[in-house]
């Protein structure tokens, strides 16, 4: 297969992903619901996992399929019989890692889920999908794409280092996840972006990728602020989170950006900026353990995958209903996380009193991402892309 036939198949894999990322999403949501009837036979620990590990997978699948796009259009769009059996590869990951979690296999540590034999195998496809690509890096972007895919590989494997002590546990996982998300993810993202604008505007500036790797690299160890295992200080943790809108409007300055680049590097900007403000060690400590750690990966995860999707953007209508679900489920999050800081730890009240609390704001949640889901799969359909 050629290198864009290949492209096109690993968009439809990552939409095929994110669909069952929201329906696994929407089961997770309505456990915060009382009087959940799916307590005993599907335990929230169970569907997180899933949920996770299919929106990580989407991130890669979507990363390499806008990588592959990259490639075509420096290289003209050859066969390559590496990358196919990669490709072949690399679908074959998808099956097991689905089986893995219906099966329950998954490991539990957060946004590390996988299990480690299926680790070796992402890594060592990764890695041969590079090695297909390396004509990528005769072009800026290109090369800022590869090493931000680089850099992913490399935070898989501290994930995979053995930690000597709890304390170095949290580190290892602070660093894996943050970097992996913050840096390399919104890099590889950003590159393809940027080779989309440059199509609008010939005078496109890196700036966006630069700027996203020095304000992520805080946002990549402001978890271990809420540990004690570090601190940013609170100008520091202003200037890192004034930094992404910062960027991402140089970016789009005097460009009509398409709309998955626009919104998705405004989720990526609003995690970031709540990511970094996490590294103000008073801020960090009290959104600990919150709805608003999760928000955040939340935002960056979903802004990577539609700056992947710009390479290959489905219809307008179907970015109207996930751009919809994702400022309401968004914004709902954001509500209730910072209802449940006040009440939980300014009024002291309990968590099960501040779950109930919370209930109406978990309901429009539920109803952002069933509008999000519906949006996915819309993309999905046969006929709904538009480019």
């Not at 899933?50 to 399929?65: E, K, M, P, Q, S």
């Not at 390399?184 to 505007?201: E, F, P």
Request: proline content about 4%; overall charge positive.
């Amino acid at each position: 297969m050629t290198t864009r036939q290949l492209a096109n198949r690993l968009f439809a894999q990552m939409t095929i992903l994110l669909v069952l990322y929201g329906a696994a999403a929407l089961f997770a949501a309505v456990k915060f619901l009382p009087g959940d009837a799916l307590a005993v036979s599907l335990p929230y620990n169970q569907i997180v996992g899933v949920r996770n590990v299919l929106l990580d997978l989407a991130i890669w699948t979507g990363l390499l399929a806008g990588g592959l796009t990259l490639l075509s259009e420096a290289a003209g769009s050859a066969r390559s019989p590496l990358l196919t059996w990669v490709y072949r590869g690399w679908t074959a990951l998808l099956v097991l890692s689905l089986l893995a979690a219906i099966l329950d296999l998954l490991e539990g540590r957060y946004l590390l889920e996988l299990p480690v034999i299926l680790d070796l195998v992402l890594i060592v496809l990764a890695a041969l999908a590079l090695a297909g690509t390396v004509e990528v890096a005769r072009t800026t972007t290109g090369s800022v794409w590869w090493l931000g895919m680089a850099l992913a590989i490399v935070c898989v494997i501290a994930g995979m280092i053995p930690p000597a002590n709890p304390a170095q546990d949290r580190v290892l996982r602070a660093l894996a996840v943050g970097a992996k998300f913050h840096i390399a993810y919104a890099v590889a993202g950003s590159a393809i972006a940027i080779a989309v604008l440059s199509k609008l505007r010939p005078r496109t500036s890196l700036a966006l990728p630069a700027g996203l790797a020095v304000a992520g690299a805080l946002a990549a160890i402001s978890p271990l602020a809420a540990v004690g295992e570090g601190s940013a200080g609170l100008l520091l943790g202003l200037i890192g989170a004034a930094a992404y809108p910062f960027f991402v409007v140089i970016a789009l300055r005097g460009a009509r950006a398409p709309g998955w680049i626009t919104l998705g590097l405004g989720m990526i900007a609003a995690g970031g900026v709540l990511s970094t403000a996490a590294a103000i060690p008073q801020v960090g400590a009290t959104m600990a353990g919150t709805g608003l750690s999760e928000l955040v990966i939340f935002l960056t995860a979903l802004g990577v995958v539609l700056l992947a999707w710009a390479a290959s953007p489905p219809s307008g209508a179907a970015l109207v209903w996930v751009a919809v679900g994702a400022v309401v489920s968004g914004v709902a999050a954001l509500l209730a996380g910072i209802v449940q800081v006040y009440v939980e730890r300014v009024l002291t009240v309990g968590f099960l009193d501040t779950q109930m609390a919370l209930a109406p704001l978990f309901v429009i949640w539920i109803v952002g991402l069933a509008v999000l889901a519906a949006g996915l799969g819309l993309a999905a359909l046969p006929g709904q892309r538009a480019g």
